[in-house]
Nanobody, 115 residues
Framework: QVQLVESGGGLVQPGESLRLSCAASGFTSANYAMSWYRQAPGKERELVARISSTGGSTNYVDSVKGRFTISRDNARNMVYLQMNSLKPEDTAVYYC????????WGQGTLVTVSE
């Protein structure tokens, strides 16, 4: 059974940090590009960061460049999103995504940035 399970979300104040984790199982995640998407209330889902299957290439949406870092540990079937200097506009449900020929999604983890 294919699963992507996100964890690490929560409520933080502006300027603080969080690290999201995504545990992949049921498929060979090392063969997939992995991404983090987010969806804020009333907005469309957007791509936040993507990492290639080997980890050698990463891409970020402009709004998070310099603050967020995506990484992966293929030996553990894990993907991470380190989020620093969080802003209220980062508030969203964050989803893990795996893409090759097939595409898989996790259930999401809520990140709330508020005073």
């Amino acid at each position: 059974q294919v699963q992507l399970v996100e964890s690490g979300g929560g409520l933080v104040q502006p300027g603080e940090s969080l690290r999201l984790s995504c545990a992949a199982s049921g498929f060979t995640s090392a063969n997939y590009a992995m991404s983090w998407y987010r969806q804020a209330p009333g907005k469309e889902r957007e791509l936040v960061a993507r990492i290639s299957s080997t980890g050698g290439s990463t891409n970020y949406v402009d709004s998070v460049k310099g603050r967020f870092t995506i990484s992966r540990d293929n030996a553990r079937n894990m993907v991470y999103l380190q989020m620093n200097s969080l802003k209220p506009e980062d508030t969203a449900v964050y989803y893990c995504n795996a893409l090759r020929v097939a595409e898989y999604w996790g259930q999401g983890t809520l990140v709330t940035v508020s005073e």
